[in-house]
């Protein structure tokens, strides 16, 4: 069971050390500094000072593949509904863990095989009569993440929650750190990749077809939440009937100023995401477009 509240904090607390001016981090030595981090973290598996070895078991805990992995999308309200999901007394997460592994990040230039496969599952450690996850949102547009999770882990249950694709991209440009001159069109490339939704799904097809994977749409998880957890509980095989104390205590909004959208640009944003909402709504029958003004009846 997970105490977002404690973790929030102590997320926030070593992100304010790992931003502070140089000349004040320059006080501390950066041994001292990453032991301090590693007390108040958890460390990103994105930011200098992380370690890619793997905790060491507890009393009574095992380690093995992840019963559920979060895949997706970006700016969704993931950390909200991973926590959401880990507070429930049948699921364990350890609290210095990051939600997010990107453990198959390097793989996509580097070998994978047995090793691998049990490195990313000594991440894992839960106790027992208990379930345990992660949620790592750039795994759904990554290609070559499917078959490897699958060799890693291929009866776990997989998580989407997507977004209304220009509401996403609008969040997620603010997300990104923003450079002058050639890179910002690589930036906003990347922001707007990510709203791909089908295509990237498509790449999931083994999960579908098993019955592996749900969809969830982030406007509804936000109008109903009691509902849209409950049905991610029974899709986890947990108990539906629990309800955690932070259910409408969204997670980690976007802090950053979100630019205005020119009226034209996000015409073309919807003309270009159209096809791909279409081919979303074959994917998930039950996708309510009224929820996405950009896209629903007008």
């Given at each position: 069971?997970?105490?977002?509240?404690?973790?929030?904090?102590?997320?926030?607390?070593?992100?304010?050390?790992?931003?502070?001016?140089?000349?004040?981090?320059?006080?501390?030595?950066?041994?001292?500094?990453?032991?301090?981090?590693?007390?108040?973290?958890?460390?990103?598996?994105?930011?200098?000072?992380?370690?890619?070895?793997?905790?060491?078991?507890?009393?009574?805990?095992?380690?093995?593949?992840?019963?559920?992995?979060?895949?997706?999308?970006?700016?969704?309200?993931?950390?909200?509904?991973?926590?959401?999901?880990?507070?429930?007394?049948?699921?364990?997460?350890?609290?210095?863990?990051?939600?997010?592994?990107?453990?198959?990040?390097?793989?996509?230039?580097?070998?994978?095989?047995?090793?691998?496969?049990?490195?990313?599952?000594?991440?894992?450690?839960?106790?027992?009569?208990?379930?345990?996850?992660?949620?790592?949102?750039?795994?759904?547009?990554?290609?070559?993440?499917?078959?490897?999770?699958?060799?890693?882990a291929p009866d776990a249950r997989l998580l989407v929650m997507v977004r209304d694709p220009v509401e996403r991209f609008v969040s997620g440009v603010a997300h990104s750190e923003m450079v002058p001159g050639s890179h910002r069109g690589t930036v906003l490339a990347e922001a707007l990749w990510r709203g791909f939704y089908a295509t990237s799904l498509r790449r999931w097809d083994t999960a579908f077809e098993a019955g592996r994977i749900l969809v969830l749409q982030y406007e509804r998880c936000v109008a109903d939440p009691e509902g849209e957890l409950a049905r991610t509980y029974r899709f986890l095989g947990l108990d539906d009937g629990y309800r955690p104390p932070a259910l409408r205590r969204v997670q980690s909004p976007t802090r950053q100023a979100k630019a205005g959208l020119d009226e034209a640009a996000r015409r073309r944003l919807v003309e270009i995401y159209a096809a791909e909402v279409e081919g979303l709504t074959e994917l998930v029958p039950d996708l309510d477009l009224g929820l996405w003004p950009n896209f629903g009846p007008r």
């Open positions: 069971m997970w105490q977002p509240d404690v973790v929030g904090l102590r997320t926030a607390l070593g992100q304010a050390l790992h931003r502070a001016p140089e000349g004040l981090r320059q006080g501390l030595p950066r041994p001292v500094r990453d032991r301090v981090r590693r007390r108040i973290g958890p460390f990103a598996p994105w930011e200098a000072g992380f370690t890619h070895t793997p905790p060491s078991l507890g009393a009574g805990e095992r380690a093995g593949p992840p019963d559920f992995v979060g895949i997706g999308v970006q700016k969704a309200g993931t950390t909200w509904w991973f926590g959401l999901v880990v507070d429930h007394p049948g699921v364990f997460h350890r609290a210095e863990i990051h939600k997010e592994r990107h453990y198959f990040a390097r793989y996509a230039t580097e070998a994978f095989g047995p090793d691998e496969v049990r490195g990313y599952h000594a991440w894992f450690p839960r106790p027992t009569a208990t379930i345990t996850g992660e949620w790592t949102p750039d795994y759904a547009y990554q290609p070559w993440v499917p078959p490897l999770l699958d060799a890693a």
